[in-house]
C-alpha cells in the first residue's frame, strides 16, 4: 500500500512538472501548445537511447532529454512563431503526432534485436543506483529525486515569470502589436518560452523513462498532452501553484475511478473510456464555467 | 527628425498612400488631419513597421527605417500608441508601464536567472521612474490596478505614459484625445506641451481641430493618400484645397464644427 | 501500380476527406474558431449508422440519411449547451473547449461500441476492373456520394436564402444582424450542415475501410491540412484543399524518389526510394508546414 503511495507521488510529481511547463508557454505566454506530449516523448527517447544504447550516466540521460526536447520546442517554433494560435495548435499536434510515428517506425534505432524497439518499445532501462536500495524502498529514493526535480522546476519557473522575461511574455498574451511597439523581439521571446518549455517536458520524460524502466510509443498518445491540459485549465492557468494543485486534483481523480471498478461490475475497458470522457467534460464545464481555473493569476504588485 | 519620402501603399486595388513626403522637425509637435480614410493611419503604421510600404523612404534621423519590423522600429527610437489604447488587460498599470524601458537586462534568460541582483537594481530604478510619471498624471493610486479595469481616458494617459518610459526620439500619437472628456484633454495636452519643452517630439493624427490649432506648430493634410496641404494650423484653416477636400456630405459638417472655412 | 490507379486512390481519398473538410471550415468561417471536436462528430455519424444500418438491419442508403440528421441534431444541442455560452469568448479557449469535447465524444463511443473494429452491413465487394484499374463498387459510391453533397452544397451556398445570410453572415455579422438577418439561426444551420457532412464523410471512410473509435483523430491532421490548404473559411478552398491532399498522400507514398533524385543528374546514387506508410500522415504535416509558412491565407484565400 505504501509503494503504491510512493508510485502514485512519483507520477504525480511528474504530471506536475508537465503540467508547470505547459503553463509556461500556455498560461504565462498564451501558446496554445496541442502537441506538449512530444517534450514528454523525446525526452523519454532520448534518455533511453542515452542510457541503454551509449551506457552513459543517468545524469547524461536526464540531460540529454532536456535538451532534445528544448531544441524540438525551440525548432518547431521558428516556423510557427508568426501564426495565429488556431493554426499553431494543429501545428503542434501535427509535430507531436510525427514525434511520436517516427518512433514508432525507426525501431533499428535501439539495436537489433526481436520485440525491440519501434511499437514493441523498449524494455530494461536502468534505473539510477538500482542496486543500491531493496525492492520496496527504491521507490521512496526516486521519489526523492522526482520530488527534486520538481522543487527545481518551480522554482525557476516561479523566478522567470516574475522577472521582466516573464513580463514581455504576459504583454505577448494578448497580442503581439503592443509588445512589439515596446520594442520587444515577440519572436524570440515565443522560442525561448517554446525551448524552455520543452526542456522540461524532456525532464519530465527522462525521469518517468527510468521510473517504468519500459517505453513505446503507445504511452505518448495525444491523449496525454489533454491530461496536462486538464490539469492547467483546472487547477489555474497562469499560476504555477495552480498548475501544481491540478496536477493532484487530476491524478486524484484518475486514480479514484480506477477503484471503482471494485464497486461497479464495470469492464476495465470501459471503465477506462468512461474516464476520458470525464475528463473532456470537465475540460468542457471549467471552460464554461470557471475560466480561470481553482487558483487564479496572481497580481504582480511592486513594492514602492 | 523624421523624413517620409514619397511613400506610396495600395491595399487591393485602393490606393492609400500616393507619393507622400512630409517632415517632422526636432522638437516640433507636427500633427495629420485629413478625412476618413485619407491614409494617416496607414501612414502610422508604415513608418511604426507595421505595414509593408509599396515605395518610398523613410528616414528617423538621417538612417533609413523603412522594411524593418515593428520592434526594430520601435527599438531606434520610434514610439506610438494606437488609435483604441492597448493595454494587456491582466497587468497591472505598473507593469505596463515597466514593460516599455529598452534594454532591460531581465528580459534575457541568463539574466534572469543568475544575475538577479543587477536586474532587481535595474527594476527598481524603472519604478521610481515609473511611479514619478503616474504621479505626475494622478494615476499613482492605481499603480497596482489590472490595465483592463481602467477607463478609456485613464487608458490613454497610460499609453503615453508607457511609451515614454522607453524614451523615444519620436512620438507618433494615434488620436491621442479620442474618446476623451475635455478636461483630460486639456490634462493631456499640457502634458504634451510640457515634454516638447523638455525636448521631446511629437507627431499626432488628429480629428479634433481646436487640439490641433493649439499645440501644433505645423499640420499637414492627407486626403485620398495625398498631400493636400502643409503649414501652420492658421493657415491650414484658410486654405481652399482643405475645404474643398472637406466638402462632400458628411465632412462638410466635420469642417463646419472644426471651424474650416470660417 | 499503374498511375491511374493512384489517381483514383487520390480521388476516392479526395472524397472522404472533402465533406468533412467543408464542414470544418464552415464553422471555421461563421464561429472563428477551430473546432477540434470536428473529426469526433464524423466517428459519432459512423456509429450511429452501425446502429441503424447493423444493429436496427436498416439498408445502408438510409443509415447514412438518418445518421447525417442525427448528427447534425446532436451538434445542435451541443451547441446550445456550450457553444452559445461562449460566443464572445475568445478563440483559444473555444479550442480547447472543443478539445475536451472531442475526447469526451470519442470516448462515449468507445465506452459503448469498444475498441474492436466493426463493419456495416454491406453487399460483398466485388473489384471492377478497367483501364488498368480496379475499383470497388462502394468506391465509386462514396466518389459519387461526395460529389453530389459537394454540388448540393453550391446550390445551397448560392440558390438559396439561407444560403445567402449565411454568405452574408460570413462577410460581415454586424451588418448582417444589423438587416435583420437571424444570425442564431444561420449558425444552428451551419452548425446542422457541417456535421452531418463530418457525418457521411466518415461513413464514407468507414464503408472503405471499418469502423474504429479513433479513426476521428486519425484523419483530424489530414483534414485541418486541407481546410488550412485551401484557405480557412473558404468551402471551395475545402474542397480543393482536399482534393490536393489525396492526391499529395497517395502520390506521396507512390513516388520512387530514388528515381526523381537519379533523374536530376545524380545518377544512380539513390536506390528506390519511398516514403514508408507509416509516415503517410507526416506528408499532411509537411504540406502543412510548408503552406504556413509561405501562404498561410492558403490557395484561394478567404472568401470575398
Redo the contacts between chains.
Keep these: 500500500m505504501i509503494e503504491y503511495l510512493a508510485y502514485l507521488s512519483i507520477m504525480t510529481g511528474i504530471y506536475g512538472i508537465l503540467s508547470l511547463s505547459l503553463n509556461l508557454q500556455?498560461g504565462f505566454t498564451?501558446l496554445?501548445n496541442?502537441g506538449h506530449v512530444a517534450f514528454f516523448c523525446l525526452g523519454a527517447y532520448t534518455s533511453t537511447l542515452i542510457v541503454v544504447l551509449a551506457k552513459g550516466p543517468f545524469i547524461l540521460g536526464l540531460l540529454g532529454g532536456i535538451i532534445a526536447a528544448g531544441l524540438f520546442g525551440w525548432l518547431i517554433s521558428i516556423?510557427?512563431a508568426n501564426?495565429k494560435?488556431?493554426?499553431w495548435?494543429?501545428?503542434t499536434?501535427?509535430?507531436a503526432?510525427?514525434v511520436r510515428?517516427f518512433f514508432?517506425?525507426e525501431d533499428w534505432i535501439f539495436g537489433k534485436g526481436p520485440y525491440h524497439g519501434g511499437a514493441f518499445g523498449i524494455g530494461g532501462i536502468p534505473r539510477p543506483l538500482q542496486s543500491w536500495f531493496s525492492a520496496t524502498t527504491y521507490s521512496f529514493f526516486y521519489l526523492c529525486i522526482v520530488i527534486f526535480f520538481l522543487a527545481l522546476t518551480y522554482f525557476?519557473i516561479r523566478?522567470?515569470t516574475n522577472?521582466?522575461?516573464?513580463?514581455?511574455l504576459?504583454?505577448m498574451?494578448?497580442?503581439d502589436?503592443?509588445?512589439?511597439?515596446?520594442?520587444?523581439?515577440?519572436r524570440k521571446f515565443r522560442m525561448?518560452a517554446m525551448a524552455?518549455g520543452g526542456g522540461m517536458g524532456g525532464l519530465a520524460g527522462s525521469l518517468v523513462a527510468h521510473f517504468w524502466s519500459f517505453i513505446d510509443p503507445y504511452q505518448f498518445m495525444?491523449?496525454e498532452t489533454?491530461v496536462v491540459?486538464?490539469m492547467v485549465?483546472v487547477g489555474g492557468k497562469?499560476n504555477n501553484m495552480g498548475a501544481l494543485v491540478g496536477a493532484v486534483i487530476i491524478q486524484f481523480f484518475y486514480i479514484s475511478t480506477r477503484f471503482l471498478k471494485d464497486f461497479i461490475p464495470i469492464d476495465a475497458?470501459?471503465l477506462a473510456?468512461?474516464r476520458?470522457?470525464l475528463?473532456?467534460?470537465?475540460?468542457?464545464l471549467v471552460?464554461?464555467f470557471m475560466?480561470e481555473g481553482l487558483l487564479k493569476?496572481k497580481?504582480?504588485?511592486?513594492?514602492? | 527628425m523624421l523624413k517620409v519620402v514619397d511613400v506610396h501603399k495600395s491595399f487591393g486595388g485602393i490606393m492609400a498612400l500616393d507619393g507622400v513626403s512630409l517632415d517632422v522637425e526636432r522638437g516640433s509637435i507636427t500633427g495629420l488631419i485629413g478625412p476618413n480614410g485619407s491614409g494617416k493611419t496607414t501612414l502610422f503604421n508604415i513608418i511604426?513597421?507595421?505595414h509593408p510600404k509599396d515605395a518610398g523612404e523613410i528616414y528617423l534621423k538621417g538612417q533609413r527605417i523603412d522594411d524593418l519590423?515593428?520592434?526594430?522600429v520601435?527599438?531606434k527610437g520610434v514610439?506610438?500608441t494606437?488609435q483604441i489604447s492597448?493595454?494587456?488587460?491582466?497587468?497591472?498599470v505598473?507593469?505596463n508601464m515597466?514593460?516599455?524601458p529598452?534594454d532591460?537586462?531581465?528580459?534575457?534568460?541568463w539574466n534572469?536567472?543568475f544575475a538577479?541582483k543587477r536586474?532587481l537594481h535595474q527594476?527598481?530604478h524603472n519604478?521610481?521612474k515609473a511611479?514619478e510619471f503616474l504621479n505626475s498624471v494622478e494615476l499613482i493610486d492605481l499603480?497596482?490596478e489590472?490595465a483592463g479595469n481602467l477607463s478609456g481616458g485613464q487608458k490613454k494617459l497610460l499609453s503615453l505614459g508607457?511609451?515614454l518610459m522607453?524614451e523615444p526620439e519620436i512620438i507618433l500619437l494615434d488620436e491621442p484625445t479620442a474618446g476623451v472628456n475635455p478636461t483630460l484633454i486639456k490634462s493631456l495636452m499640457r502634458l504634451i506641451d510640457d515634454l516638447r519643452k523638455g525636448g521631446k517630439t511629437f507627431f499626432f493624427v488628429e480629428h479634433n481641430m481646436k487640439v490641433i490649432s493649439d499645440i501644433c506648430d505645423k499640420v499637414y493634410v492627407l486626403d485620398f493618400g495625398k498631400k493636400i496641404a502643409e503649414g501652420t494650423p492658421r493657415e491650414i484653416q484658410e486654405n481652399e484645397e482643405v475645404l474643398e477636400a472637406y466638402l462632400s456630405g458628411s465632412s462638410k459638417k466635420w469642417a463646419q464644427k472644426a471651424g474650416i472655412g470660417s | 501500380m499503374p498511375v491511374s490507379q493512384v489517381i483514383i486512390n487520390s480521388i476516392i481519398r479526395a472524397s472522404e476527406l472533402s465533406l468533412i473538410a467543408l464542414g470544418l471550415t464552415l464553422v471555421?468561417d461563421l464561429l472563428k474558431?477551430?473546432n477540434?471536436a470536428h473529426t469526433e462528430y464524423a466517428v459519432v455519424g459512423v456509429y450511429l449508422a452501425f446502429i441503424f444500418n447493423v444493429t436496427l438491419g436498416l439498408n445502408i442508403f438510409t443509415a447514412v440519411l438518418l445518421s447525417a440528421i442525427f448528427t447534425g441534431l446532436i451538434a445542435l444541442c451541443i451547441d446550445r449547451m456550450?457553444f452559445r455560452?461562449?460566443r464572445d469568448?475568445g478563440?483559444?479557449?473555444l479550442?480547447?473547449?472543443s478539445?475536451?469535447?472531442?475526447?469526451?465524444?470519442?470516448?462515449?463511443v468507445?465506452?459503448i461500441w469498444?475498441?474492436t473494429p466493426r463493419g456495416y452491413t454491406i453487399a460483398l465487394q466485388k473489384p471492377i476492373s478497367f483501364l488498368g484499374i480496379r475499383i470497388t463498387p462502394v468506391q465509386i459510391w462514396i466518389i459519387v456520394t461526395a460529389v453530389v453533397f459537394m454540388v448540393a452544397f453550391h446550390l445551397l451556398l448560392h440558390r438559396t436564402k439561407l444560403g445567402k445570410a449565411m454568405r452574408a453572415s460570413s462577410d460581415n455579422p454586424a451588418l448582417a444582424q444589423a438587416s435583420g438577418i437571424a444570425t442564431e439561426g444561420v449558425i444552428l444551420w451551419v452548425w446542422f450542415i457541417a456535421t452531418s457532412f463530418a457525418a457521411v464523410g466518415g461513413i464514407l471512410i468507414a464503408l472503405e475501410t471499418y469502423l474504429l473509435p479513433h479513426m476521428g483523430?486519425a484523419i483530424?491532421?489530414p483534414v485541418?491540412?486541407a481546410t488550412?490548404l485551401g484557405g480557412i473559411g473558404n468551402p471551395y478552398g475545402a474542397m480543393l484543399g482536399a482534393l490536393a491532399l489525396g492526391f499529395a498522400e497517395n502520390f506521396g507514398l507512390y513516388l520512387d524518389f530514388g528515381n526523381i533524385i537519379n533523374l536530376w543528374g545524380f545518377f544512380d546514387l539513390a536506390g528506390e526510394m519511398h516514403i514508408?506508410t507509416?509516415?503517410r500522415?507526416?506528408i499532411?504535416?509537411g504540406i502543412?508546414?510548408v503552406i504556413?509558412?509561405t501562404k498561410?491565407a492558403g490557395i484561394l484565400g478567404r472568401r470575398g
Design positions: 500556455y498564451g496554445a496541442f516556423p510557427t501564426l494560435e488556431d493554426y495548435a494543429i501545428v499536434l501535427a509535430a503526432e510525427i510515428l514508432l517506425n525557476v523566478l522567470l522577472s521582466p522575461f516573464g513580463r514581455v504576459k504583454a498574451r494578448e497580442g502589436d503592443l509588445p512589439l511597439a515596446m520594442g520587444k523581439d515577440v525561448r524552455l495525444p491523449i489533454f491540459w486538464a485549465v497562469g475497458q470501459v473510456s468512461l476520458m470522457v475528463i473532456g467534460v470537465l475540460i468542457v471552460m464554461l475560466k493569476e497580481k504582480r504588485v511592486y513594492q514602492g | 511604426s513597421g507595421y519590423p515593428p520592434d526594430a520601435a527599438r514610439g506610438r494606437f492597448q493595454a494587456p488587460a491582466k497587468m497591472t505598473l507593469e515597466l514593460l516599455a529598452k532591460q537586462m531581465g528580459e534575457g534568460l534572469a536567472l538577479k536586474v527594476e527598481r519604478v521610481e511611479v499603480r497596482n489590472y508607457r511609451i522607453a | 471555421y474558431f477551430a477540434f456550450v455560452r461562449m469568448t478563440r483559444v479557449i479550442m480547447v473547449t478539445f475536451g469535447l472531442g475526447i469526451a465524444l470519442r470516448n462515449i468507445r465506452a469498444g475498441p483523430f483530424i491532421i485541418f491540412c488550412i514508408p507509416g509516415y500522415d507526416a499532411s504535416f502543412l508546414i504556413l509558412l498561410p
